[in-house]
């Protein structure tokens, strides 16, 4: 027989699975081409003694304020097959119309491609999402 603090814990353990299923949800995801309409981004690869790193920027074009903005970076080899990939968050929200700044050291590749994996539209100001 459960006591009533096994219950609660419980029970607040299925509110968290739930309340975490929800949030997971709620994030969009997009073919890359139709990220094109909503962000652009310019980067460069900069070496220094540790190694190659990729600086750049990720332009907000839509009249939403982009939050939890997730890039993958693909290592390309010579012929043009991916040879592994990363990841890395842009700190903060992107306003509309501004950009968001990342820096992420890679390993050495014949070239690299950068595009957003995941994103969030903020719904700040009673404005609604995509």
Known sequence: MLTASSRAI??????L?????VSASAQMMFAPESLERYFRIEW???????GPTIDGY???KAN?????????IERVDASGSVV????????????MS?????S???????????????????CQGGGGGM
Do not use: C, H
């Not at 890395?88 to 929200?93: H, I, K, M, S």
């Not at 501004?98 to 990342?102: A, E, I, Q």
């Open 10 to 15: 419980a029970g607040l353990t299925v509110a």
């Open 17 to 21: 699975l739930l309340m975490g299923s």
């Open 44 to 50: 460069q690869v900069t070496r220094n003694r540790k």
């Open 58 to 60: 990720v332009y907000n």
């Open 64 to 72: 939403q304020v982009a939050q939890r903005i997730r890039l993958q």
């Open 84 to 95: 592994g990939t990363s990841t890395v968050w842009l700190p903060g929200d992107v306003s």
């Open 98 to 102: 501004d950009r968001g700044y990342f």
């Open 104 to 122: 992420a050291s890679v390993p050495e590749a014949a070239s690299y491609r950068v595009q957003v994996l995941s994103f969030d539209w903020s």
